[in-house]
């Protein structure tokens, strides 16, 4: 059973820094993509940045281009988020998913995580 575990959230203020961490177990994360989704309260979640098997393709919403940026060690089993120039509209939990193919796409997506919260306010 693959499972996925979120971890890094909290609170920063607006223009500061994060690193999501997602844990991966029962199995090789080489195998999979990953993605980072985010739900903010009252919306729908949405997909952020994914990440090939491989790390050789990266992908990411417009609203996180530039500030995000998605990385993996296979050997780890780790898959990270960096996270910068926070703001307040970042605020939201963060999932992260398992699938075959790279994809911001939340239905493409066969196992994800618990989430962690992001609070970016003074």
């Known amino acids: 059973q693959v499972q996925l575990v979120e971890s890094g959230g909290g609170l920063v203020q607006p223009g500061g820094s994060l690193r999501l961490s997602c844990a991966f177990s029962?199995?090789?994360?080489?195998?999979?993509?990953i993605g980072w989704f985010r739900q903010a309260p009252g919306k729908e979640r949405e997909g952020i940045s994914s990440?090939?098997?491989?790390?050789?393709?990266?992908y990411y919403a417009e609203s996180v281009k530039g500030r995000f940026g998605i990385s993996r060690d296979n050997a780890k089993n780790m898959v990270y988020l960096q996270m910068n120039s926070l703001k307040p509209g970042d605020t939201a939990v963060y999932y992260c998913?398992?699938?075959?193919?790279?994809?911001?796409?939340?239905?493409?997506?066969?196992?994800w995580g618990q989430g962690t919260q992001v609070t970016v306010s003074s």
């Open positions: 990440i090939s098997s491989g790390g050789e393709s990266t």
């Open positions: 029962a199995g090789s994360l080489a195998y999979y993509a």
């Open positions: 998913a398992a699938s075959i193919l790279p994809s911001l796409i939340e239905s493409g997506y066969d196992y």
